[in-house]
């Protein structure tokens, strides 16, 4: 199978401090993929390069088989990159409808006028939201899921989700991880950085752990997951 | 449906016909006041067209307004009335391209005094341009416009500046624009490309900064860059869209006719005083009403909408 995604060498540094060092792997069309490691490891710089929110210092990304590292992110999210925030950003000032149109109008759906907005309705209920109020009164959750529903509205191929299953209560999380999960039987492959294991185990077949920058672990996710490094890893972070 | 979406553009249209009555029977002093608060509103809305939805405050307003002037003040013995016009408006384009670009990167109060340095920059190079290439620092325009006849042009431009404004909220652009304002970020990872709406929009908006100038040029008779570079008209056109609320498209109007009104009684009962009064009208705007007068009605009218809401959310 080849890769959809691959990530050579990639290297941040910000000033003298080298936040990722020398990351490679692939992530194959269709997959869930975890991207692991304990807090400041790197995970989120690796997601902000993919999607061109920062330079690479060195190192190289393809997708599906074009080179776009550097690239702007207009750019990266036309070619069918979506991501969500770790720290959610939602249009305060835009209606709901207008945050997912705003996607739908300048990404690779390419829709306007009537036709986005059934398409953006659509999405707010797909992520089981509706239309009509107003972005900045929406809970924490609810922002969450308003910013699944704009990264879908991106028509993405590679859905990266920066700790989307974060912060949710058991019952939303099972939904939660039930809407990642028919995301991905539509098609798309994900590339997802969490903390949660049970949401890492019952969605993603592989995993790649970071350590301070650099690739700690990489393979299916139940033999990572019992890898005495990874285990310590993320125990010594239980300190930090 | 078709009806109520057009009523904005029909609006302007209709009451612009209407006051196109008035040059006619005003005296001169009534025709300058028409003037002078049709040049508020088109600088003010026109204004607002980029820096109310992204939240740019620039304040090159004063250089595009110069640049127009300058452009019939050159060419106004040798090139017909119309095309001085076109004229204007495409050095105004491309003087605001290059601002816009050199600025690009910059936002907050980097933005807000770049692009006040910017055009006391361009102050200067056409002051410097005027003594040492040309050796003529004033120049006079004598063309056969009459106030009144200003008077009509500035009413067409405020209408062309309003009809604009509805075009562009109803597009695309008018959504991206509102996105970047929001959130930048997010705009590029929509697929945005900021650059080439903020550049765009600013250039929008200076063409029609360029061309108030270039119209009302033939009032000065005499034009010199300390004139029509004045930097008061940077600041007023902010003052007055933030009063009226810079974010919505007939806000810009809604603040310019009264402080226009205000300003003009201001400097004619206290001449001495003006400046220290301008600055305090400014601070008192800007502290109590944060998103202008629409911004107050917005909310006003979404508080009493939300009475509603929670039984029909639940
Ligand atoms: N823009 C930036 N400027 C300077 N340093 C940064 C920047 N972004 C991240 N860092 C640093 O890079 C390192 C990696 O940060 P990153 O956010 O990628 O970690 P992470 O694995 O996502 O952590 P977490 O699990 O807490 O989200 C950290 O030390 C962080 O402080
Ligand atoms: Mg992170």
Redesign the pocket.
Known sequence: MSALLTVDGLTKR??G?T??DGMSFEVSEGETVALL??????????LNMISGALDPSAGSIFFDGERIDGDRPHDIANIGISRTF?LVRILPSLSLRENVVAALAFGRADLWGGEAEREADRLLGLVGLRSGVRAADLTYLDQKRLEMARALAGRPRLLLLD?WLSGLNPTEMREGIALVRRIVDGGTTVLL?E?IMDAVRALCSRSVV?KA?TLLAEGPTADVLADAAVIEAYLGDVHA | MMSRAFLFPIAVIAVAGCLAFLPSYLDDYGIGIMIGLLNAVILATAWALFSGPTGYISLATAAFFGVGAYTVAVLNESVPYPLILIAAAIIGALVSLSIGLATLRLAGIYFVIFTFGLSEMVRQMITWFEVNITGTLGRYIFLPIEPRHIAWQLLGLAALTLVVGWLIRRSKTGLALRVIGDDEVVAAHCGINIARVKVLLFGVSATLLTLAGAIQAPRYVYVEPAIVFNPTLSFLPVIMALLGGARSLIGPTLGAIPLFLLFEWLSASYPNAYSILLGAVFIVIVYALPQGVTGLIRRWRERSASVVQPEEAA
């Open positions: 910000f000033g401090l936040a990722v490691g304990p807090n400041g490891s790197g995970k989120t710089t690796v770790q700790e950085v903390h970071m920058g």
